[in-house]
């Protein structure tokens, strides 16, 4: 054991990775490469075997919190040794971090998801879940942590779908981070956890390469953006976007956009989200959102609905 919570196990492996390795984490299976691994290197083999056995650990201990957190076979594969189909181990390691233990169901090397569930969604949402998690225990907040875990058991006893289960897990953490904390304290968990988020290429900062990325995950149908309008003081930037077939369902009035936010924070760097003004539209939704370089940023993981833009 290298670490009891998921922070403590995160900052080990982070602690291993070095910048210019040629050796990567990935599922045998999938070809995916799942948290807390994701986006980093290794400088030999050895250190990325380390880092498997502490990506195993990690997400064992992420079940704690979502016992719906997808199994993988975590091998270690070099530089320029990518197989031609996914699932194919040429020219790879051996499984070093079989997860399912072969146990049929969810973590089924044959069949890990239901028919019609979108595995690249549901890590991605379970990314997001384990990097606001964190977030929260870094900063004490177990209130919430206790809250958004009771939506969720009682989410996963009626709700047999991962890809649903994710989704309305989502839900539940924004509907909670509003209910239970400032604005301010909102920004920051938000802030900490998109900084556990695997950072973007600096060519895919904008606002429409984040939508682009929504729609890949199947988070949204179709989308559209403006380009970013700059207010006269130069601290505040605007852009109009339009999103059809959120995955995400308004709860109460308000319209949970976690994901959206936390991708808006890691690719914008400097110009945290300040405001996102909402409208229903056919199929979809219409925002309204600005951006300030000045600003600690403002807590956006759900944002009220308006009736008009007139408002």
């Known amino acids: 054991m290298v670490g009891t919570t998921l922070t403590q196990i995160r900052t080990h492996i982070e602690a291993l990775?070095?910048?210019?390795?040629?050796?990567?984490?990935?599922?045998?299976?999938?070809?995916?490469?799942?948290v807390p691994t994701a986006g980093l290197t290794f400088e030999d083999r050895s250190t990325a075997v380390n880092a498997v056995r502490a990506a195993m650990q990690y997400r064992s201990a992420l079940r704690r919190y979502d016992p719906q957190v997808p199994y993988y076979d975590l091998i270690v594969t070099q530089d320029g040794d990518e197989p031609t189909t996914p699932g194919s181990t040429t020219g790879w390691d051996e499984t070093l971090g079989d997860e399912s233990g072969g146990t049929p169901g969810f973590g089924d090397p044959n069949g890990s998801t239901q028919r019609g569930d979108r595995p690249e969604r549901i890590e991605f949402c379970h990314s997001v879940a384990a990097a606001v998690f964190e977030a929260l225990s870094d900063t004490g907040h177990r209130t919430v942590e206790t809250a958004v875990m009771d939506a969720y058991?009682?989410?996963?006893?009626?709700?047999?779908?991962?890809?649903?289960?994710?989704?309305?897990?989502?839900?539940?953490?924004?509907?909670?981070?509003?209910?239970?904390?400032?604005?301010?304290?909102q920004a920051d968990v938000l802030a900490r956890a998109a900084s556990r988020l695997p950072t973007p290429p600096e060519s895919a900062d904008s606002l429409e390469a984040?939508?682009?990325?929504?729609?890949?995950?199947?988070?949204?149908?179709?989308?559209?953006?403006?380009?970013?309008?700059?207010?006269?003081?130069e601290e505040t930037k605007s852009a109009d976007i339009t999103f059809t077939e959120y995955a995400l369902s308004a709860r109460d009035g308000r319209l949970?956009?976690?994901?959206?936010?936390?991708?808006?924070?890691?690719?914008?760097?400097?110009?945290?989200?300040?405001?996102?003004?909402?409208?229903?539209?056919?199929?979809?939704?219409?925002?309204?959102?600005a951006v300030s370089a000045e600003s600690s940023g403002v807590g956006l993981a759900s944002v009220p609905i308006h009736s008009g833009a007139s408002e």
């Open 17 to 34: 990775a070095d910048d210019g390795g040629e050796f990567t984490i990935v599922c045998g299976r999938t070809g995916e490469r799942p």
């Open 153 to 185: 058991f009682e989410l996963a006893e009626t709700t047999s779908s991962p890809d649903e289960l994710c989704l309305r897990l989502l839900e539940s953490m924004a509907t909670e981070l509003h209910l239970h904390l400032k604005s301010s304290e």
């Open 210 to 233: 984040m939508l682009g990325e929504m729609e890949r995950l199947g988070l949204v149908g179709s989308y559209s953006c403006s380009s970013w309008t700059t207010d006269p003081d």
């Open 256 to 289: 949970p956009v976690l994901p959206v936010v936390l991708d808006l924070y890691r690719r914008r760097g400097a110009w945290k989200p300040i405001s996102l003004h909402v409208t229903p539209v056919d199929d979809g939704w219409h925002g309204t959102l």
